[in-house]
């Protein structure tokens, strides 16, 4: 079995890269896992690199010398220790295929929760009180409807100050 390397690549090119290397026989794995973004107003799911700016690579380097690899268009270099380039675990390279944009996550982020949810404020000024969760507010926070006397006020909240009530 052929060791992993890590490549450094040029901004936004490991997709070239990966083109590119797997041309000259080269295994890859660019690992990208799906993330929600704000587009004109709506949330759209989109691929994004896991490492923004690196790419795993496998190869003999019998049959493929090390300067070609690196000279391959959209590779800037390997990353090194000192003058050797560092090999990667075969084991990280599973782990990291197998929990890429897995199922399992995406149940796990639809079992957290949606609008209309019941949440229950665990610290902070809040602390205590109910809520209705209304959206997220970026991937640290969320946006929660409380009852202050009269009426129902929009207050944003770090998730992990919130739960889920059953």
Excluded at 38 to 61: C, H, M, V, W
Aim: proline residues 5%; hydrophobic residues 35%; neutral net charge.
């Amino acid at each position: 079995m052929n060791p992993w390397y890590l490549l450094y690549c040029k901004r936004s090119e490991q997709q070239r890269a990966e083109q590119h290397l797997k041309r000259q026989g080269v295994d890859c794995y660019y690992p990208q896992v799906t993330v929600d973004k704000i587009r004109r107003g709506k949330r759209t799911p989109q691929l994004e690199p896991l490492f923004p700016n690196y790419i795993f690579a496998s190869f003999d380097a019998e049959k493929i010398t090390y300067t070609t690899v690196r000279s391959t268009r959209g590779v800037v270099d390997f990353v090194r220790h000192g003058a050797m380039p560092c090999t990667v675990p075969f084991e990280l390279i599973l782990s990291l295929m197998e929990h890429e944009d897995s199922d399992t996550q995406r149940e796990q982020l639809n079992e957290m929760l949606k609008p209309g949810d019941h949440v229950e404020v665990l610290s902070g000024q809040f602390e205590g009180s109910e809520a209705i969760y209304k959206e997220a507010d970026g991937e640290m926070r969320s946006i929660l409807l409380i009852k202050l006397l009269t009426r129902q006020a929009e207050v944003s909240m770090e998730n992990k100050v919130v739960k889920k009530k059953r």
